[in-house]
């Protein structure tokens, strides 16, 4: 996933083996944790959260996808956003006559 729907992505993917997170499993763990037994704590973050699953239901990504369909994917999206027209924002100023 390279960008987010939040700031303006038209199309986001994962693939089974990716990895969605603001920080790594161990890091999480070790903030997160008062467990003395971090490797135990990291294996069920990762169970848990660190796989597209979450993302998948959460709605932050679009589907889930073989590395191996990657390519068609991309080429049927680029098609398909070829014709779209961006919408800005109306200006809230003007330049003012000086």
């Known amino acids: 996933m390279m960008s987010l729907k939040a700031i303006g ?3 986001n993917y994962a693939w089974p ?3 969605i997170a603001v ?10 944790s ?5 490797e135990e704590e ?5 169970e848990k959260f660190s796989n597209p699953l979450c993302a998948a239901e959460r709605g932050y990504i679009d589907a889930i996808v073989e590395p191996e369909s990657t390519r ?3 080429i049927r ?5 070829s014709t779209k027209k961006p919408s800005r924002p109306d200006r809230k100023h003007g330049n003012i006559q000086i």
Do not use: C, F
């Open 72 to 74: 068609q994917i991309i």
């Open 42 to 46: 990291v294996k069920k973050y990762e």
């Open 17 to 19: 083996s990716a990895e």
């Open 34 to 38: 008062k467990s003395p037994n971090i």
């Open 9 to 11: 992505g038209d199309t």
């Open 77 to 81: 999206d680029l098609e398909m956003l």
């Open 23 to 32: 920080m790594g499993a161990k890091g999480a763990v070790e903030i997160i």
